[in-house]
């Protein structure tokens, strides 16, 4: 939006401010969704590291300073605290808050609504973390009963052999 446009729409705040959020914000969404490629991409930035400060985080999300202290009240977001209360927020947080504002702007949830979802969506995440394990253990255990089975060889009992029974003795 240019000077004039802002002149006529009766916005007070200068052109040049929007478009350099705008820049900020396409950043911080083009580092924390695009895809990443090699394993140097991912050792160069830590999406976990609480680096932004409430002010920047807000303008990265596309929010109000105070809309961010709500969803800390309400558990929909957890910054880490510095020594002295303030709150820092990470890249993941910034992308979690857009999400937030997506939900509920775009497809009209409202904020219990929001947290119920993310809340599912941890459950899920956690789920396939359990799953990804158990799977794992599953193959390790197949592959030691494929080596046990190798190592039987001839002395492997099969279901078909006679055994002679001689019950229980006295």
């Known amino acids: ?17 929007d478009e350099r959020r705008e820049t900020r914000m396409r950043t911080v969404v083009d580092v924390t969704f ?3 490629g090699a394993a140097a991409d991912d050792a160069d930035f830590d999406f976990d590291a609480k680096i932004f400060a409430i002010s920047a985080a807000a303008e990265l999300a596309g929010m109000h300073p105070q809309t961010l202290r709500q969803y800390d009240r309400l ?15 990470s890249a993941r947080d910034v992308a979690q808050l857009r999400e937030i504002q997506r939900l509920s702007q775009d497809e009209g949830v409202n ?11 941890r459950e899920v995440a956690a789920m396939r973390a359990e799953l990804a394990a158990v799977v794992e253990e599953l193959r390790a255990s197949r592959a030691q009963l494929a080596e046990l089975r190798a190592m039987a060889g001839p002395f492997q009992r ?5 055994v002679l029974w001689q019950g229980k003795r006295q």
């Open 1 to 17: 939006m240019t000077a004039s446009e802002n002149a006529g729409s009766g916005d007070r705040r200068p052109a040049g401010r």
């Open 111 to 121: 904020l219990a609504g929001v947290k119920r979802i993310m809340d599912l969506e």
């Open 158 to 162: 099969r279901g078909t052999d006679i």
């Open 75 to 89: 558990g929909l977001v957890e910054p880490a605290r510095t020594p002295g209360g303030g709150r820092r927020y």
């Open 34 to 36: 695009l895809q990443r």
